[in-house]
């Protein structure tokens, strides 16, 4: 089995900062891309940030020049550092990681933290 711990969301003001982290556990052969995605209220889900095994990575236009998305391969974790914070980025953000193991390939997912940018 493989699990997908997120932490670090919370309240921030506008203009803050806040740095989410996501630990992968379990029976794991390699991860792949991992990534970040979020759901603001009243929206769909939409993809915030990945990064690839290598180190590539990509991200949505609003985010640019903001977040920044990392990862260490040795803890099987993914970053996302976000800076500037505005209350439009208030949203449940969740970890996704394309994932192998004795199982075969695929897409798991955490559970979820809450980020709320307000004053």
């Known amino acids: 089995q493989v699990q997908l711990v997120e932490s670090g969301g919370g309240l921030v003001q506008p203009g803050g900062s806040l740095r989410l982290s996501c630990e992968a556990s379990?029976?794991?052969?390699?991860?792949?891309?991992m990534g970040w995605y979020r759901r603001a209220p009243g929206k769909e889900r939409e993809a915030v940030a990945v990064v690839t095994s290598s180190g590539t990575t990509s991200y949505v236009d609003s985010v640019k020049g903001r977040f920044t998305i990392s990862r260490d391969n040795a803890k099987n974790t993914v970053y996302l550092q976000m800076n500037s914070l505005k209350p439009e980025d208030t949203a449940d953000y969740y970890c996704?990681?394309?994932?192998?193991?004795?199982?075969?390939?695929?897409?798991?997912w955490g559970q979820g933290t809450q980020v709320t940018v307000s004053s």
């Open positions: 996704n990681a394309d994932i192998s193991n004795y199982s075969g390939r695929r897409y798991y």
């Open positions: 379990g029976s794991i052969f390699s991860i792949y891309v």
